[in-house]
């Protein structure tokens, strides 16, 4: 596998996330640029979540785009180095029973939160917008039910990620006790 490719073809794929990857011949890495930049906008898209496009598609972007460049102006055994993973496994171990920590139960579960509500939150706004035009609190609310459905299940994954499990807090308990004693 070679770096040296067509100066135009390159400048011409990088300019879709993943695609200058692909066509350098890392195809883990394009594939998984480009879900990202794809799946964001279209659940941004699907959940009508503007900020996220502005603010996560630039990035994946930019990143595709000059990591397609870099990887052109690298020598031949520098880029024969390159190894072509997905760009999460670094932090996903595949080889054991994968679960959160309780702090990043947290976390991911804040996270989640915030989004449910913001999609309930633009939800009842439309609605309340229409409030004196029946027909179009019709209209709205059936546009409006799936994203109500999809903020109503993020908000119960949450709050159940955020719940701590009965036993795991006795568990952390007797964890950092034995590493008490073990210092």
Not at 84 to 104: I, S
Not at 110 to 131: D, K, T
Not at 148 to 172: F, Q, T, W
Request: charged share 20%; glycine share 6%; net charge negative.
């Amino acid at each position: 596998m070679t770096n040296k490719k067509n100066a135009f073809f390159t400048l011409f794929f990088s300019c879709c996330p993943g695609a200058g990857e692909m066509y350098m011949g890392l195809y883990k890495q394009g594939i998984g640029l480009m879900g990202l930049f794809f799946g964001t906008a279209a659940l941004a898209a699907w959940l009508r979540w503007e900020e996220l496009l502005l603010f996560l598609c630039p990035i994946v972007w930019c990143y595709s785009f000059f990591h397609t460049h870099n990887l052109r102006r690298m020598t031949e055994e520098e880029f024969a180095a390159v190894e072509d993973k997905f760009f999460f496994e670094d932090y996903v171990d595949w080889e054991r029973d994968w679960q959160f920590t309780a702090k990043h139960r947290r976390i991911f579960g804040i996270v989640l939160l915030l989004m449910g509500i913001s999609v309930l939150w633009r939800a009842a706004l439309n609605l309340v917008g229409y409030y004196f035009n029946l027909p179009g609190i019709f209209w709205e609310l059936s546009r409006c039910l799936p994203q109500v459905i999809m903020a109503v299940v993020v908000l119960c994954a949450a709050l159940h990620l955020m719940r701590e499990p009965k036993g795991d807090e006795e568990e952390s308990m007797e964890e950092d006790a034995e590493e008490a004693e073990a210092v």
